[in-house]
């Protein structure tokens, strides 16, 4: 395969494929070439369309054969159909920091979720037990990384919680009551996550909705997703995540956040107390037994 991409490998994906093979990390890149480590991940993700004097910067640095450039830079100039989704399959704590960056270049955040807690509103102890479940799933050498891969996704997973606490950012998360219902880790462990919900729902740039159970849905809640902007929107698998800046997609997606918003409550506090009583007597019925 050459460097230029003739396998068909989106622009930034030959970038990427060709920083890899000369042994350097995203951010010793942006050093050398006088970006910002997120807007190399960007340009490399194909999540923002890469300009050609970038993408010329980028190829020099690594020592691409001019003619090759020439070919990546008229592939930007006559572009293929752009599809409406790509697939990012990495390894759990690689889709953290791949996370982490988009993250970043976004001020707000719309996240509806119908089977579990949002990822930046995750304690310690659901995080290990959600992404210790996504690196089973892994196929083995694809992504899969190594043991300690868990470990280290739950640690950028929760430094990505700083971003809360920046006030020019909005976070509008939206979830169905059957989220706290799915009991995924030690009971103990759900009362300490619903009361990091409260906590966040206190926050003056979060707001905290909860579609109630005999809300009747408009469509079936198949999967949850995250609203970036209006720029992109990310779909998370079992192995992967799909993400689409396509604006036709993006537009839908909104539509969509919107129409399950109208069903939620902001009157949060019983259905939190609800659910932190069934876990506390789970918790003593286990205590009782061992």
């Not at 868990?150 to 020019?168: K, P, W, Y």
């Not at 729902?201 to 469509?219: C, F, K, T």
């Not at 069903?263 to 286990?286: K, N």
């Amino acid at each position: 395969m050459s460097s230029d991409g003739s396998s068909g490998l989106p622009v930034g994906a030959v970038l990427r494929q060709l920083r890899r093979r000369q042994g350097l990390s995203g951010q010793a890149l942006a050093r050398l070439v006088g970006m910002s480590q997120p807007k190399v991940s960007r340009i490399e993700n194909g999540v923002v369309g890469a300009d050609p004097a970038d993408v010329l910067l980028i190829a020099r640095a690594l020592n691409m054969p001019e003619d090759e450039i020439e070919a990546l830079i008229r592939r930007l100039e006559h572009p293929v159909e752009r599809p409406e989704w790509t697939q990012v399959r990495t390894g759990v704590a690689a889709r953290q920091n791949n996370m982490a960056s988009l993250e970043m270049s976004t001020t707000t955040f719309r996240v509806f979720q119908p089977t579990l807690v949002f990822g930046l509103l995750q304690t310690s102890e659901y995080a290990r037990a959600i992404l210790s479940s996504a690196q089973a799933a892994q196929p083995a050498g694809r992504g899969a990384g190594s043991p300690n891969d868990v470990a280290a996704a739950v640690t950028a997973r929760v430094r990505r919680h700083e971003i809360l606490g920046d006030g020019s950012r909005r976070f509008d998360f939206l979830m169905a009551e059957t989220v706290l219902g799915n009991n995924l880790c030690r009971p103990h462990d759900m009362v300490a996550q619903i009361e990091r919900l409260r906590e966040a729902a206190g926050q003056p740039n979060v707001s905290l909705r909860i579609i109630p159970a005999d809300a009747r849905w408009p469509m079936p809640p198949y999967h949850g997703f995250e609203l970036m902007d209006e720029r992109h929107v990310l779909v998370d698998l079992f192995n992967a995540t799909l993400m689409s800046g396509v604006q036709s997609v993006v537009r839908s997606f909104r539509g969509i956040f919107d129409s399950l918003k109208a069903l939620s409550t902001t009157a949060i506090e019983p259905i939190l107390d609800r659910y932190a009583d069934r876990y506390l007597d789970l918790s003593r019925r286990s205590r009782h037994r061992s």
